[in-house]
């Protein structure tokens, strides 16, 4: 495996009587997400404080790339920490500065950019977050959810190597949680950055990371991927994840893709003892980003929602539709086989195109473009290859479009 | 538990007092220091200097102007009255400009600024440490005590001495309309003492406490703001009321402090 970018070892820290960190141990890697979830008053903020030097620990090492931070000079620490950006948990926006100045600072401050360039900078990250016409506002005359977005450009702009997310969607609706999300994993995808988000969002927190760890009375008490942690057999962090995990998806009310897995391995246990077929056919919306592209964020949330909607109203009483991912939606398709899946897969495609349905009113013409891939379960096949089976058919089966 | 042991353990909490005092005097000789060294530090904040100076000195003026004519005339009665008993009305033009330039005036200047700029700083910086907008500084690489601090400190040395010049000259003034054109004595005559009276020393000692003060108002109104978050008593906003409150009690009684120590110097 790869050598981590930061590492924890041994981390203690404790305010007065507090104990709150009992030795980390942590590992982030390169071009990575990794989520740090557990608890509220466990100390997952204090963790992130950690990285940047926010906080200093009172025992053990950080490290950064195999060099401890502590022992490192000063001018070496000050170009470390420009590596990083912060995104606080109450978006800590300087109250008294335009939302213009706001974004502006770090550039301003920290670099020797001719105005105009600033200007550029700052209008270009602001076009790409949905932020336009709110230059001379204040913070304080700004709703929560732009807030968030800000603080989020704020960020961005200075286009660093790592991010840290404290608590990015606390206090947000479902479809804005769910666009700042997709605007964190989509940043990624783009620029590449190494995030670390601090999230009680389960389960779309792991829709975006590859990483996971849960920080649980001042430990380390899981580090893995989205998938392994989902497997875990430790009872702390199963009932964590399910305790947490709502019955519903807040944006699509889909059922999530934790219980869907669950129904997944239920239908697998019908089919070894009734020998009872069972499919599964996997939507994967392919023109989501244009969506955001041109109408924004939250009208891409909002778009997958309604189209969610439609999904669900025209399945049959016994199909299963959970979410997968942040553009996926698998439906479990009990005592069905490949052909009837098909037929069902192509009066849905039928049903869905005929429906005046997801309508984006600035943009008339648009349209939904979806493929679905499809695979019949076979026994003892994992729930993993399934999907990649169902995902490889995708081109050969069907691709329609929704307007 | 701790404080109740505390209490009946005096020789403790004299020994932890003392360390607290001892500490907290240490952690504002560094602020200072940092301070001052960033005034200095290519590049140089002149924007934010400039701003400050706006704040602290041209906003101060309508303030300064008031007290000050109001002082001079007080100054313009009582002089007068008391001198009259010796007959010696004539030398009020000494006492009101020496009184002013050499003790009033930078004396009340400070204080007054306190009142109107240093209050606001403590409380602007106490909310915005208190709000995390310090903190997001730090993370930002920006050196906060360099950001918020330095561009107030020299704003200050550079206006108090100013504003302290319109203290006296409006209270010479003010003197001039209470003591001659309500009272009667000769103008010519109390602008002669004015004049033969004042030598360079007393304004250069003037000016020499405008500097002190205005280290001394900006340094402890920035640091009680600064270091909001480490009182021990009063957290969120209490704590910036608070702190809003040491800064403007403590800045004017070492005002005063210092004054009788570079008087004793001075003189």
């Given at each position: 495996m790869a050598e981590p970018l930061i590492q924890f070892k041994d981390v203690h820290k404790s305010f007065g009587d507090n104990h709150v960190l009992k030795g980390i141990n942590?590992?982030?890697?390169?071009?990575?997400?990794?989520?740090i979830i557990g608890k509220s008053g466990?100390?997952?903020?204090?963790?992130?404080?950690?990285?940047?030097?926010?906080?200093?620990?009172?025992?053990?090492?950080?490290?950064?790339?195999?060099?401890?931070?502590?022992?490192?000079k000063k001018a070496e620490r000050s170009r470390l920490k420009e590596k990083f950006a912060y995104m606080f948990q109450e978006t800590a926006l300087f109250d008294s500065l335009t939302v213009f100045e706001n974004i502006g600072l770090p550039l301003r401050e920290k670099t020797s950019l001719p105005k105009k360039k600033i200007k550029e900078k700052v209008r270009d990250k602001m076009n790409q977050l949905d932020l336009e016409e709110i230059d001379h506002v204040y913070p304080s005359q700004l709703s929560g959810g732009m807030k968030k977005r800000v603080a989020l450009a704020r960020a961005l702009v200075t286009d660093p190597e790592i991010i840290l997310f404290d608590e990015p969607t606390t206090g947000l609706d479902p479809v804005r949680k769910n666009a700042v999300h997709s605007m964190i994993s989509d940043y990624q995808k783009r620029f590449g950055f190494t995030g670390v988000v601090v999230s009680h969002e389960i389960p779309d927190i792991f829709y975006i990371s590859q990483r996971v760890a849960m920080l649980n009375e001042g430990r380390i008490i899981f580090q893995g991927t989205a998938e392994e942690i989902k497997g875990s057999t430790n009872p702390t962090v199963q009932q964590f994840?399910?305790?947490?995990?709502?019955?519903?998806?807040?944006?699509?009310?889909?059922?999530?893709?934790?219980?869907?897995?669950?129904?997944?391995?239920?239908?697998?246990?019908?089919m070894q003892h009734h020998l009872s077929a069972f499919s599964i056919i996997i939507l994967t919306v392919e023109n989501l980003y244009e969506i955001n592209k041109m109408a924004g964020y939250e009208a891409e949330q909002a778009a997958l929602k309604n189209f969610a909607d439609k999904v669900r109203s025209h399945l049959r009483v016994t199909d299963i539709c959970s979410r997968l991912g942040l553009n996926k939606i698998m439906l479990l398709l009990p005592r069905t086989n490949q052909d009837e899946a098909e037929t069902l897969c192509k009066d849905l495609a039928d049903k869905m195109k005929s429906d005046g349905l997801v309508n984006i009113q600035a943009f008339p013409g648009f349209c939904f473009s979806v493929s679905a891939g499809i695979a019949e379960a076979e026994q003892e096949k994992p729930i993993e290859q399934l999907v990649a089976a169902a995902e490889s058919s995708k081109n050969v089966f069907y691709e329609f479009k929704v307007c | 538990m701790e404080s109740s042991a505390l209490a009946k353990n005096p020789v403790a909490r004299i020994g932890e007092k003392s360390i607290f005092v001892v500490r907290e005097l240490g952690r504002l000789a560094i602020f200072l220091l940092r301070g001052a060294y960033n005034i200095f530090y290519f590049p140089f904040q002149f924007q934010k200097f400039i701003e400050q100076l706006y704040f602290i000195g041209m906003k101060s003026m309508l303030v300064i102007v008031l007290t000050a004519s109001f002082t001079g005339m007080v100054l313009g009665f009582q002089g007068y009255y008391t001198l009259v008993q010796f007959g010696s009305?004539?030398?009020?033009?000494?006492?009101?400009?020496?009184?002013?330039?050499r003790e009033l005036g930078p004396v009340l200047t400070?204080?007054?600024?306190?009142?109107?700029?240093?209050?606001?700083?403590?409380?602007?910086?106490?909310?915005m440490r208190i709000s995390e907008q310090i903190d997001a500084l730090e993370t930002m690489n920006i050196n906060s005590v360099r950001y918020l601090f330095s561009p107030r400190l020299a704003a200050a040395v550079i206006s108090f001495p100013l504003l302290t010049a319109l203290f006296d000259a409006i209270g010479i003034f003010g003197g001039y309309l209470s003591g001659c054109l309500l009272l009667g004595i000769n103008p010519g005559i109390y602008f002669y003492r004015v004049e033969t009276s004042v030598i360079m020393e007393d304004i250069n000692g003037g000016f020499i406490k405008a500097v002190v003060f205005a280290v001394v108002v900006v340094t402890i109104c920035c640091y009680q703001g600064y270091y909001t978050h480490l009182r021990k008593t009063g957290f969120g906003a209490k704590g910036v009321s608070f702190a809003t409150t040491s800064a403007v009690v403590i800045s004017s009684v070492l005002i005063l402090a210092t004054d009788y120590v570079l008087t004793s110097f001075l003189m």
């Open positions: 942590l590992e982030i890697f390169r071009g990575e997400i990794t989520s466990d100390g997952k903020s204090v963790l992130l404080k950690h990285i940047i030097g926010l906080i200093e620990q009172d025992k053990g090492l950080i490290l950064f790339e195999g060099e401890p931070i502590s022992k490192m994840i399910q305790g947490l995990e709502s019955r519903h998806d807040a944006l699509t009310g889909l059922i999530p893709q934790t219980q869907g897995e669950r129904r997944f391995r239920e239908e697998m246990a019908r | 009305e004539g030398v009020l033009g000494t006492m009101v400009a020496l009184t002013l330039i400070a204080i007054m600024i306190t009142g109107r700029a240093g209050s606001a700083m403590a409380a602007e910086i106490g909310i």
